[in-house]
Structures are given as C-alpha cells and as structure tokens.
C-alpha cells in the first residue's frame, strides 16, 4: 500500500477547499453589464498623466515643424498592421 505523506493530505485539502469556494463564489456572480464593466475600467484609469495632454501629430511634416518650432525633441511612432509570420519585410 502507498504511504501518503501529511503535506500531500493537508495540501490537498486546502486546494479542495479553494476551488470549493471558487466554484460557490462563481455561481452567485451576475455577468456586469457593459456600462458596469466601462465604470470599472474607468475607475482603474489614472487622471492627469502627461503624455494624455500632448497633442500628436498623424502627420510627420507637422510633427517635424512643431519640433523645430518649440524647439523639443520628437518621438516617431510607427505601426504596421501584418502578421508577424508575412515575409514581405
């Protein structure tokens, strides 16, 4: 016959007991609704950050001109939208 040792009994016990709750907790939960969900998020949201108050630019020669003219350096941001595996690049 296997011994089984105290640790494995006693952890055993406490995960049976975790997902017990887990599962109880689950079923008395009602789905948020999306405005809940939004009132969430927005609450986790910080206020006054300061790359929010920047004006970006979406055109380069205007980004380009607004640097030279406040005299800041300029940070480029580019996105391509294709899928890591495209071998075009």
Do not use: Y
């Amino acid at each position: 016959m296997m011994k089984i040792s105290r640790k494995f009994v006693a952890a055993f016990g406490f995960l049976a007991a975790v997902s017990t709750a887990a599962a109880a907790n689950d079923e008395s939960k009602q789905p948020k609704s999306a405005a809940a969900l939004h009132a969430e998020v927005n609450a986790l949201k910080k206020r006054d950050v300061a790359w929010r108050e920047i004006q970006w630019k979406t055109c380069l020669l205007e980004g380009l001109k607004a640097s030279r003219e406040q005299k800041k350096p300029l940070m480029l941001w580019i996105f391509i939208d294709r899928p890591i595996d495209d071998e075009r690049c």
